[in-house]
C-alpha cells in the first residue's frame, strides 16, 4: 500500500475501487488532512491503474501529481479564477487567493463553464472547492445549480474545516466524510497542539489574558479570519472531547459546555457570513469557552 493511498478514508477508498463514485462529497475537519485527501481522492478518480488509487504510475497519476501551486486571485487580475491539480486538464481546484476575504462567485462561475466542456481525456473528471466555508450565500447558490445538474462523469469534493457555514441544500447533497477531532492529522499540526495546551489552561486564564489572546487576529482580514476559523474548529473539537468524555462518565452536566459550543457554532457564521471583525469573534469566542469550561468544572 502506498503511503498516499493509505489516507484515504475508508468511505472514499471503497468508491474508488468499486467505481460507484458519488457527485458531490464535502470533507470537513481541523488541520491539512481533509484537503490533502480531497486531492488524492481527486487524483484517485481519473487514475487509470488497477487496485489502490491513485497509483502513482499511470499516465494519469503522473500527470496529476502535485507540483508548486499557483497561486489563484479571485478577480482574475493577478492569477487565474482556478487552477488543474497538477497538470491534469480534467481535475480542477478552487479555493480563494490569499489576499480574498471570501471564494467569490466569478470563480464558481469560471468552474460552471469549465465543467460545461467536453473531458479533455474521454474518462471521468473531479473538481476541488477548498475552503468550501469561505462562500458566500451568492456563491453557494451558484454551486446549489451546480450540485442539482452535476455534468456528466463529474465529481464535485468541497473542503471545509467546519461545514456549519454551508447552506443546508448544499450539504445535503453531498456524501459526508468528517475528520473528527484528537486524531493524528489535528494533533500533528504544531500550530494546533499549541492551542490544544493553550485551550487545556483557559479555565485560570485571566480575562486580559483572554484579550491578548484575541489581539494576535488584528492585521489582515483574509489572514487573521483564517486564523481565527483555526481557532473555532480546534475550541469545538476541544469541547466535543470534553463533552463526551463527561457523559461517558460519572458526571453528565455538560450543559455549560453544550452553549459553549453553541456559541462557537454562532462565531463562526459571524465570521464566514457577515463579515465580522475577526478579533471580535476570537474574543467572544474565547470568554464564551472560558465560560463553559469554568462552570463545568475540571
Same mark, same amino acid.
Given at each position: 500500500?502506498?503511503?498516499?493511498?493509505?489516507?484515504? #478514508?475508508? $468511505?472514499?477508498?471503497?468508491?474508488?475501487? /468499486?467505481?460507484?463514485?458519488? *457527485?458531490?462529497?464535502?470533507? /470537513?475537519?481541523?488541520?491539512?488532512?481533509?484537503?490533502?485527501?480531497?486531492?488524492?481522492?481527486?487524483?484517485?478518480?481519473?487514475?487509470?491503474?488497477?487496485?489502490?488509487?491513485?497509483?502513482?504510475?499511470?499516465?494519469?497519476?503522473?500527470?496529476?501529481?502535485?507540483?508548486?501551486? &499557483?497561486?489563484?486571485?479571485?478577480?482574475?487580475?493577478?492569477?487565474?479564477?482556478?487552477? %488543474?491539480?497538477?497538470?491534469? #486538464?480534467?481535475?480542477?481546484?478552487?479555493?480563494?487567493?490569499?489576499?480574498?476575504?471570501?471564494?467569490? &462567485?466569478?470563480?464558481?462561475?469560471?468552474?460552471?463553464?469549465?465543467?460545461?466542456?467536453?473531458?479533455?481525456?474521454?474518462?471521468?473528471?473531479?473538481?476541488?472547492?477548498?475552503?468550501?466555508?469561505? $462562500?458566500?450565500?451568492?456563491?453557494?447558490?451558484?454551486?446549489?445549480?451546480?450540485?442539482?445538474? #452535476?455534468?456528466?462523469? =463529474? =465529481?464535485?469534493?468541497?473542503?471545509?474545516?467546519? *461545514?456549519?457555514?454551508?447552506?443546508? =441544500?448544499?450539504?445535503?447533497?453531498?456524501?459526508?466524510?468528517?475528520?473528527?477531532?484528537?486524531?493524528?492529522?489535528?494533533?500533528?499540526? #504544531?500550530?494546533?497542539?499549541?492551542? &490544544?495546551?493553550?485551550?487545556?489552561?483557559?479555565?485560570?486564564?485571566?480575562?486580559?489574558?483572554?484579550?491578548?489572546?484575541?489581539?494576535?487576529?488584528?492585521?489582515?482580514?483574509?489572514?487573521?479570519?483564517?486564523?481565527?476559523?483555526?481557532?473555532?474548529? =480546534?475550541?469545538?473539537?476541544?469541547?466535543?472531547?470534553? &463533552?463526551?468524555?463527561?457523559?461517558?462518565?460519572?458526571?453528565?452536566?455538560?450543559?455549560?459546555?453544550?452553549?459553549? %459550543?453553541?456559541?462557537?457554532?454562532?462565531?463562526?457564521? /459571524?465570521?464566514?457570513?457577515?463579515?465580522?471583525?475577526?478579533?471580535?469573534?476570537?474574543?467572544?469566542?474565547?470568554?464564551?469557552?472560558? /465560560?463553559?469550561?469554568?462552570?463545568?468544572?475540571?
Amino acid at each position: 500500500m502506498n503511503d498516499d493511498a493509505a489516507d484515504v #478514508p475508508a $468511505l472514499l477508498a471503497r468508491s474508488l475501487e /468499486s467505481g460507484r463514485i458519488h *457527485s458531490a462529497y464535502l470533507l /470537513s475537519g481541523p488541520g491539512e488532512a481533509p484537503r490533502h485527501t480531497a486531492q488524492q481522492f481527486a487524483r484517485g478518480i481519473v487514475c487509470l491503474g488497477e487496485g489502490e488509487r491513485p497509483c502513482e504510475a499511470c499516465d494519469a497519476c503522473r500527470r496529476s501529481a502535485p507540483r508548486e501551486e &499557483i497561486e489563484l486571485d479571485g478577480t482574475g487580475k493577478r492569477g487565474p479564477l482556478y487552477r %488543474h491539480v497538477g497538470d491534469h #486538464p480534467d481535475l480542477f481546484w478552487l479555493e480563494r487567493g490569499p489576499d480574498d476575504t471570501r471564494v467569490r &462567485i466569478g470563480q464558481v462561475r469560471a468552474l460552471q463553464n469549465a465543467l460545461r466542456l467536453r473531458t479533455s481525456e474521454g474518462g471521468r473528471r473531479a473538481a476541488v472547492i477548498a475552503g468550501a466555508e469561505w $462562500l458566500n450565500q451568492e456563491a453557494q447558490n451558484a454551486l446549489l445549480r451546480l450540485l442539482e445538474e #452535476p455534468p456528466p462523469d =463529474t =465529481t464535485l469534493v468541497l473542503v471545509a474545516t467546519s *461545514s456549519a457555514g454551508l447552506l443546508v =441544500t448544499v450539504r445535503s447533497r453531498c456524501q459526508r466524510v468528517v475528520f473528527r477531532s484528537g486524531s493524528d492529522e489535528t494533533t500533528s499540526d #504544531p500550530e494546533s497542539a499549541e492551542t &490544544i495546551a493553550r485551550l487545556e489552561s483557559i479555565g485560570a486564564a485571566s480575562v486580559p489574558d483572554l484579550l491578548d489572546w484575541a489581539e494576535e487576529y488584528r492585521g489582515q482580514r483574509a489572514a487573521a479570519a483564517a486564523g481565527v476559523e483555526t481557532l473555532l474548529a =480546534t475550541a469545538s473539537a476541544y469541547l466535543h472531547r470534553r &463533552i463526551a468524555e463527561r457523559v461517558g462518565g460519572a458526571d453528565p452536566n455538560v450543559e455549560a459546555e453544550l452553549a459553549a %459550543h453553541r456559541e462557537l457554532a454562532s462565531c463562526r457564521k /459571524s465570521l464566514v457570513q457577515r463579515n465580522a471583525n475577526p478579533q471580535m469573534v476570537a474574543e467572544r469566542a474565547l470568554l464564551a469557552l472560558q /465560560s463553559g469550561v469554568q462552570s463545568s468544572g475540571p
